[in-house]
């Protein structure tokens, strides 16, 4: 279980991390979803005790991270956004290094590495050096580096980051294998594909700050079965928005020269009425694109931009 | 403890996976080994000192005494020149010559005898290499002489015994004498230090070889390099992101530090004594002290490699690490006295050298392989050693907690 109250961190001026609270419990994939320089990097590494929250309170399975930080961390397993692994050294021995420093002797450790190994599909190449893998493979091995204690809590920040597909769909099997099995999951992404298709519960973040949270069917009743209409062309912003709003149940999220974002129900039987309104106000509409109801969506709608501007 | 031990162990095989790095960091210290080898095993650059030599003997045989110098490799050294003692003695303190050599009256006498003979030798203190060679080469001589002697006596007594001898008992001389001498030549000629250890003599001592001069400087040169390699691998693992996984995980970062401390230890440990095993074995470094200068050197390359690896969390960026350490690595290691030993260094450069970090660990570690120190003194030492090391460490370990680690 990973408790998270009110943390901040600050970089001088900028607020990294701006008050986020929430609690991932055991047995379930809690996801952080948000664009880059959200602050989930940031979030973890409060948690995982690298950096010293500048306030607010953090615990582990009920360890406090900032004055109990060895007892935190033992239960932890963390699986970094970079590759954290020492290439000159074959797989078998990153796995023999990393459960060593969480504490782990042999035989048991030799036992999980080859465990692990069988898991991720690297054991036929347990005995090369990693500098020879590709990088799915070191995404993999990157991952078992992380399990291979079996911690209560596991932590993964962006696992899939330039994954070829097929080690992507293993790698969030493997994900789900944890959670059932009983660990805590945090998982961040920015790719709401990924979060939809894996987590129970997650939160929207931006700008250090979390905008929503909940399950996906909580998210999803939020944007109440709105589509969400992205017109382009060029436009009077005041004019549209002017002649928009005589029609019942559209919500403008952004307006500019050159682009509309509409969210409204049945979006595509109003097509029409919402053209010949635009067009009495002096708009030109050149594309548009409907999209159904989705984290983008929530995210568009919550912030005004797309996930991955 | 075991974390200490699982990250040395880890640091140890990511390096033997990279050899490269490591006879990189070996090779310009082998270079000048072998370099300095070749300039005064063959002296095609050496320095050229001249030798006074004062014949109160005038015996056929303090005759020649001198002119083995002018035979072989010494012929290119050092110039040899009569002259009378009183004048040679003013020479010498004027500071004209490397060295003044007094045949004493009776020498030739006692050496055919085989009685002990002395020769005095009054060198030049100004001069700090050169009336070394000349020394050197004296006490060779002096060994190789009293070869001759065991092996010629019996002729040579002959050809310059009492009355003229026969033509045919020069000729046998000759030829036997010929052929002793090609055979002690063999030993003489050029490697003369192989001679070095074996022999009795009442001559002046400290009969220093070439090479052992040399020696304890190159090493440390390589101690140098290695503790800068070394230390850039933080930056590696600062890069990749193994440091931060490491403080991930319940294994304090004092305990990685320490492991990378006690794999440097290692490494450095392990090229003392191979350094030590081709010192002794190829330039007649004296190894009756070895035991505590190998574990001086190795503590040695652990301190280094902290203030290094200090320098290198100072920096802020890979590149700015990189560069601290390309700018304080060769100039330390110049005026510590590893290309130069500090004894041919200009006074006052050897002065600064010797209160650089790696200067003043060398100057304890000549110390100490030379027998100039008493074992209270070495445990002394061993104690500041340890207790810098300790410093540093801290030091080392403040800065990964802080800012260095993200
Ligand atoms: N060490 C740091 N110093 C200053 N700013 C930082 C530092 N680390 C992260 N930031 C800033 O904090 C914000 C959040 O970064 P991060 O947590 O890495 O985001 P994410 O992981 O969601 O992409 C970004 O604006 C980033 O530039
Ligand atoms: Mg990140």
Redo the contacts between chains.
Sequence with gaps: MIEVAELRKSYGDLAAVDGVSFTARTGEIFGLLGPNGAGKTTTIGCISGLLTPTSGHLRVMGHDVVRDGTAARRTLGVVPQEIALYDELSAEENLGYWGGVQGMRDPVLGRRIQAVLELTGLLDRAREPVKRFSGGMKRRLNFACGIVHQPKVLMLDEPTVGVDPQSRVRLLELVREQAKSGACVLYTTHYMEEAEALCDRLAVVDHGKIIAQGTLAELRAMLAEHDLLRLQGSFRPEAAREALRRIDGIEVLQADESQLRLSLAAASRRLPQIFSALAEAGAEVRGTTLTQPSLESLFIKLTGKELRE | M??VW??AL?DL??LR??PMALAMWLALPVFVAVTMNFVFGRQAAAPQGRLLVADRDGSFLSGALPGMFNQGPLSRMVLVEKVNEDSGRLRLEKGDASALLIIPKGFGDAFLNNRPARLELITNRSQRILPGIIEEALSVLVEGSFYVQRLIGDQMRLVSGNGRPSETSIVEASVAINRAVRSVMRYLDPPLIELQTSVVSDEPKQKKSFGALFFPGVLFMALMFIAAGLAGDAWKERT???L?????????IAAWTAGKALAAFTLVLAVAVLGMAAGGWLLGVSLSHALPAVLWAGGSGALLYLLMLFLATCASTERMATFLANLVLLPLTMIGGSFFPSEIMPSSFAAIGQWTPNGFLLGRFKAILDGGMTAGAIAAAFAGLALAAAVSFWLVVRRLRGTF??
């Design positions: 075991r974390f699982i990250s880890k095989r990511r996976r990279d990749r992101g193994t931060r996984r490491v403080a991930c995980t319940p294994s304090p680690l993200v």
